[in-house]
């Protein structure tokens, strides 16, 4: 494991019983900020919980920050910390008391954990607030302050499972800029459990995307997108197989259906190659829209694969 | 040389800690001890804080008494008096027969508000993100609850040894007096603050109400010792007594006093003032002994068994 790698599995599985949770996830995720996809119950939080130590693997192993999760679980938790998707704030409870006190079962002296906890509260946008008990907030304010709790022990790496869950546009918005601040601002390296594909998009570097348990894809964003990260429309008239067939010719990917062509975008290049063929060809190009692919196209192309291999199958 | 701009804030970023962590002892003794004072109502709201208040008021009462008493005989004693001495044993067990009422309340709460509002709010899992092990949370949350427990019982019979010191001048005789009651005092402190702590908490541990968890732990205790009355007076069979709690942990504080003056002891006394029932022969002290702890297994069980279900 190599000093840029935030975390490493070999051949993770976690089994409850029949049911297996997680099935032989082997992968390397280099630092920075991540984003760990996947539908409901595809084994997003059970693989958080095996990366921070508190479940044991049925099978294989996993290393965080360099840290084995069986072996050295408790200094990996100092190290890291976690955001948990669920509320699990005591209501009853000051934001400031309870921090402070999370900051020093993370082994934080007093003195310094209530310190730090007026500069996290201050840097997630938790004011004067910080002296109410946690069941006078706002959704928006419980999740600052479970990052907040989160991040009181300077940790180096953050855990965040759904962290924008149940908020609304504006609270979103503060979140997503928080955890970009997180990143860039703090330097910790991020990991951010969502099935949220818009959240991914907005301030992850690099995916892990699980279904049922495995592994189906993991890379940038511009990896995993690939080829079909851009594509152009086009609406055309006149001799279209004559077209498309010089387009062809000339090595571009073409799709056509009916009078609607979709070219993959590689370069500007392409603008200048389609308008010297139009006018040779005597083609009129009537309608042309540059695309950009999202994580959502790739899920749906993903689901069509899948559904494709079912049918072979 | 140009100066500093008047009035500007300078965000000075994002600092990381470069000091030292605390290990897991550290970790745990922080949470044990902050159990401990919300225990006592620190960092509670207005209602908690009078309710433990008026219990420990309860508590106290005759410990006050006793010392105003204490106070009253040394003034009349004079200087150079006689050294008045206490019935320390009688005293003392009757005095946990008193406090042994006002425990129940207040293990009933204690426990209730300690264990029921983590579980309620999904809090755990914010805790075992720490560098913790699983079981150090119900060890701190135990180990607060039983030093909160014993501290109570301790407290009141130790303030009459304490005005008893006060009034004395010469202490090494006090000292030599009294000193083997201390040990027995500190024990039955503890024998107290388990047996109810851990009742209280198993029956805390099978809800995630703090009313329900309160009202089922007085209940219990309660019931208790009302079935253990019904059933001796149906069948005169002297081991239904072990059905009363209170019985029970009263039973071995008798062995280790010297006394038997339980409560339900007292209401089938033929010397006492109801009359009506016969004293059933005191047990022996091992019987006592194994059911107390028998009963703290048993609830530490139920505890460990919730709580095993709540790290999964």
């Given at each position: 494991m190599n000093s840029s790698t935030m975390i490493e599995t070999q051949g993770l599985t976690k089994r409850y019983g029949a049911a297996?949770?997680?099935?032989a996830v082997t992968m390397t995720v280099p630092d920075g900020s991540i984003g760990l996809l996947g539908e409901n119950g595809a084994g997003k939080t059970t693989l958080i919980k095996l990366l921070l130590g508190l479940l044991i693997p049925t099978e294989g192993s996993a290393r965080v920050l360099g840290l084995d999760t069986s072996r050295d679980s408790l200094e990996l938790r100092r190290r890291v910390g976690y955001m948990p998707e669920?509320?699990?704030?005591?209501?009853?409870?000051?934001c400031m008391d309870f921090v402070t006190r999370m900051g020093m079962i993370s082994g934080l002296p007093k003195s310094s954990s209530i310190q730090r906890t007026h500069d996290v509260l201050h840097l997630v946008g938790i004011g004067e607030e910080r002296f109410r008990p946690l069941g006078t907030y706002s959704t928006g304010m419980k999740q600052k302050a479970k990052l907040a709790q989160a991040l009181v022990h300077d940790p180096k790496l953050v855990l965040l499972d759904e962290p924008t869950v149940g908020m609304d546009p504006k609270g979103r918005e503060e979140m997503l800029d928080l955890i970009k601040d997180i990143r860039q601002k703090m330097g910790l390296k991020v990991l951010v459990s969502t099935h949220l594909l818009g959240d991914v998009e907005r301030i992850c570097d690099s995916v892990i995307i699980i279904r049922g348990g495995q592994l189906v894809a993991q890379g940038t964003l511009k990896e995993l997108l690939g080829e079909l990260a851009e594509s152009l429309h086009l609406r055309v008239a006149g001799p279209i197989e004559t077209f498309v067939e010089r387009l062809r010719k000339e090595n571009l990917k073409i799709e056509s259906v009916g009078n609607q062509l979709t070219i993959r975008y590689e370069s500007d290049a392409v603008y200048e190659l389609l308008m010297k063929t139009a006018a040779e060809t005597g083609v009129q190009i009537r309608r042309m829209e540059r695309e950009t692919l999202t994580l959502e196209d790739f899920f749906v192309k993903l689901h069509a694969k899948e559904e494709t291999d079912g049918v072979r199958a | 040389m140009a100066s500093a701009p008047k009035g500007v804030i300078y965000d000075q970023g994002y600092r990381p800690y470069d000091g030292r962590y605390g290990g897991r002892n550290y970790a745990l003794w922080t949470m044990v001890w902050t159990d401990f004072q919300r225990a006592f109502g620190?960092?509670?709201s207005w209602k908690y804080k009078l309710a433990v208040g008026l219990l420990l008021f309860f508590m106290f009462l005759p410990a006050l008494f006793l010392s105003f008493v204490i106070l009253l005989l040394s003034s009349n004693a004079g200087a150079g008096g006689a050294f008045i001495k206490l019935p320390v044993n009688e005293l003392l067990g009757t005095y946990f027969g008193w406090t042994n009422n006002w425990l129940l309340f207040l293990c009933a709460m204690i426990a209730a508000d300690q264990l029921c509002n983590d579980r309620r709010y999904r809090v755990l899992p914010l805790y075992l993100a720490r560098?913790?092990?699983?079981y150090d949370y119900l060890l701190a949350k135990s180990l607060a609850i039983f030093a909160a427990l014993a501290i109570v019982c301790l407290l009141p019979s130790f303030s009459i040894y304490f005005v008893k010191f006060l009034k004395e001048e010469n202490l090494g005789q006090v000292w030599d007096v009294y000193a083997q009651n201390f040990g027995l005092l500190l024990l039955t402190s503890g024998l107290y603050a388990v047996f109810y702590g851990a009742f209280a908490m198993a029956i805390a541990s099978l809800t995630t109400s703090r009313g329900y968890a309160t009202g089922g732990t007085i209940l219990v205790g309660m019931l208790s010792g009302l079935i253990a009355v019904l059933l001796y007076s149906a069948s005169k069979n002297q081991y239904t007594v072990l059905l009363d709690l209170s019985s029970v942990v009263g039973g071995l504080k008798n062995a280790l006093f010297g006394i038997t003056n339980s409560s339900i002891e007292e209401i089938f006394s033929p010397g006492s003032s109801a009359q009506t029932a016969n004293l059933p022969p005191t047990l022996d002290p091992w019987v006592y002994g194994l059911v107390y702890v028998g009963i703290v297994i048993a609830c530490i069980s139920i505890v460990y068994s919730v709580y095993k279900r709540e790290y999964k």
């Open positions: 297996t949770a997680l099935d669920d509320e699990c704030l005591p209501l009853d409870v000051t | 620190i960092g509670k560098p913790i092990q699983n």
